[in-house]
C-alpha cells in the first residue's frame, strides 16, 4: 500500500512554545490530508481535512489559531500546534487521500511539559 | 449525521478461533463506503478489509470477512484462525461519498488473543 510518513515521531516541548508536525505522502499525490488527535484507549477524533492549496476546514471545537494546517503541495501537508500547553498532549496522525482509501501516517507523540 | 458504533470495548479469542467484531451505523446516505482498521501497539493504522455499500457481496481479505447487512446498517468483522499477531484496537469507519471523504470512526475494540 501507500506509504505516508510523519516527522518527527515523537516531540516533547515546554509550555508555551509550538511544535510543527510534518505529515507527507511518499508515494502518491494526496489531494486531501486529515489531521486527528487521539487520547489513549479511545478513537480517532478528526481534527480538520486540508486540501493542497486551499484552506483547512476545521471541526467544530477545533480552534483553528491554535492548530494551524498547512496543505502546501500535494505530498505535504502540516499541523502546527501553537502556544502548546500540557492539555495539547496527544497522539497526533495524519492521513492522506488521493485515490481510495486514505492511508495513515505512523502519528506523533506530543508531550507539553 | 453519520454515526458508527461499536458496542464491545473488548473481546477475546483463543489462538486459532474464530471471533466477530460487531458495528452498526446510522446514515441517510445510499452510497457510501465502510471500513475496518487495525491499531496495533505501535500505533500505525493499517487497513483491513473495506466494503462498497452498493456491493451486495460480502469483502474478504484472507482470514477477514465481513457480514455486510445494508438494510440493518450492520457491518461485522469476522477473524477466522485468529493469530497472536491480530491482537490490537479495532475501529469500524464510514465514509460518504460527499463530505470531503472524511472518515467517522467507531469507538474501537480492543482485541486480545490467547495462546
Known amino acids: 500500500g501507500a506509504v505516508v510518513s510523519q516527522h518527527p515521531s515523537w516531540v516533547i516541548c515546554k509550555s508555551g512554545t509550538s511544535v510543527k508536525i510534518e505529515c507527507r505522502s511518499l508515494?502518491?499525490?494526496?489531494?486531501?490530508m486529515f489531521w486527528y488527535r487521539q487520547f489513549p484507549k479511545q478513537s480517532l477524533m478528526l481534527m480538520a481535512t486540508s486540501n493542497e492549496g486551499s484552506k483547512a476546514t476545521y471541526e467544530q471545537g477545533v480552534e483553528k489559531d491554535k492548530f494551524l494546517i498547512n496543505h502546501a503541495s500535494l505530498t505535504l501537508s502540516t499541523l502546527t500546534v501553537t502556544s502548546a500547553h500540557p492539555e495539547d498532549s496527544s497522539f497526533y496522525i495524519c492521513?492522506?487521500?488521493?485515490?481510495?482509501?486514505?492511508?495513515f501516517g505512523p502519528g506523533t507523540r506530543l508531550t507539553v511539559l | 449525521a453519520q454515526t458508527v458504533t461499536q458496542s464491545q470495548p473488548e473481546m477475546s479469542v483463543q489462538e486459532a478461533e474464530t471471533v466477530t467484531l460487531s458495528c452498526t451505523y446510522d446514515t441517510s446516505e445510499s452510497d457510501y463506503y465502510l471500513f475496518w482498521y487495525k491499531q496495533p501497539p505501535s500505533r500505525q493504522m493499517i487497513l483491513v478489509i473495506r466494503q462498497e455499500a452498493y456491493k451486495q457481496q460480502n469483502a474478504t481479505e484472507n482470514r477477514f470477512s465481513v457480514n455486510f447487512q445494508k438494510a440493518a446498517k450492520s457491518f461485522s468483522l469476522k477473524i477466522s484462525d485468529s493469530q497472536l499477531g491480530d491482537a490490537a484496537m479495532y475501529f469500524c469507519?464510514?465514509?460518504?461519498?460527499?463530505?470531503?471523504?472524511?472518515?467517522?470512526f467507531g469507538q474501537g475494540t480492543e482485541l486480545s488473543v490467547k495462546p
Open positions: 469507519a464510514y465514509r460518504g461519498t460527499l463530505a470531503g471523504g472524511k472518515l467517522i
Open positions: 508515494d502518491f499525490q494526496a489531494t486531501t
Open positions: 492521513s492522506a487521500s488521493g485515490l481510495d482509501p486514505q492511508y
